[in-house]
């Protein structure tokens, strides 16, 4: 059976995605480690947004930014005024989703969503800078997905919630359960039990939906994981990725 490939799906494979920019090897999200993925060659990266006082969409993964910054305020209540005074030890601000995507038109963003209220603002952002396209969306919230897929339209790459994941996992063991999305971005395993297994990969590929792994940092689960055939990994140590598919000759990066 045929099916159709998203734009942001449809790339050469293995896909290689750099996690928030590569946070082992910079500071998460912050549009220094970007610069530094797309130097290295990164066509994909992941990131999260939430949404401050003013209605401004930013790229940050915690509610507080105290863990990355060290200001033990949350996101939600400051302004884009308030931000721009703050700087991460190596001295990054706390970037607009709006700049990145500018920044790099021909980047391709996975983006978590970290809140309710981000979403409408999120698909403004979006749609103001023709990124439909290349940008996939996500969330462990299952209803921020599907709002933001009201709000963007049947042309938007999504990334279903556990139930969805769920329902591809027992595809693999013969049960025929509706699926209906393009790619299923997971963790290696949930809550000790193995999610990414080679049944669900060929449930997942009878069905023409992508297989994406979160987050892989050491080689040898990277070569597992390629062995058995999933479609992409998510990675905190992109220059680690970059090795390994070098060696076995599946970088399709720049």
């Not at 500018?102 to 980047?107: E, I, K």
């Not at 921020?144 to 996992?169: D, E, I, N, Q, Y």
Request: charged share 20%; net charge neutral; hydrophobic share 45%.
């Amino acid at each position: 059976m045929r099916h159709t490939v998203h734009p942001f799906l449809d790339h050469p494979r293995p896909t290689a995605f750099a996690h928030r920019g590569g946070s082992l090897e910079a500071e998460e999200n912050t549009l220094p480690a970007f610069e530094r993925a797309v130097a290295l060659g990164y066509t994909h990266v992941e990131l999260d947004v939430h949404l401050t006082a003013d209605g401004a969409v930013v790229i940050h993964h915690d509610d507080s930014l105290l863990r990355v910054f060290g200001v033990d305020r949350p996101v939600a209540g400051l302004t884009r005024a308030d931000l721009a005074t703050v700087r991460s030890p190596g001295g990054a601000a706390v970037p607009l989703l709006s700049e990145l995507l500018h920044s790099w038109p021909g980047l391709h963003v996975n983006i978590e969503a970290k809140s309710d209220a981000v979403i409408a603002p999120l698909a403004e952002v979006i749609r103001r800078a023709d990124a439909l396209d290349r940008v996939c969306i996500g969330s462990f919230a299952p209803e921020r997905t599907k709002a933001a897929r009201a709000a963007l339209g049947p042309r938007l790459c999504w990334s279903p919630a556990h139930a969805g994941v769920a329902r591809l996992w027992a595809r693999g063991w013969g049960l025929p359960l509706p699926t209906g999305f393009p790619v299923a971005q997971v963790p290696v395993r949930w809550r000790g039990i193995p999610v990414v297994t080679p049944r669900m990969v060929r449930a997942a590929h009878a069905c023409g939906i992508q297989v994406q792994v979160w987050t892989v940092d050491d080689a040898a689960e990277m070569d597992r994981l390629l062995d058995m055939g999933v479609d992409g990994l998510m990675t905190d140590r992109p220059s680690v990725l970059k090795a390994v598919l070098q060696r076995r000759g599946q970088w399709t990066g720049g």
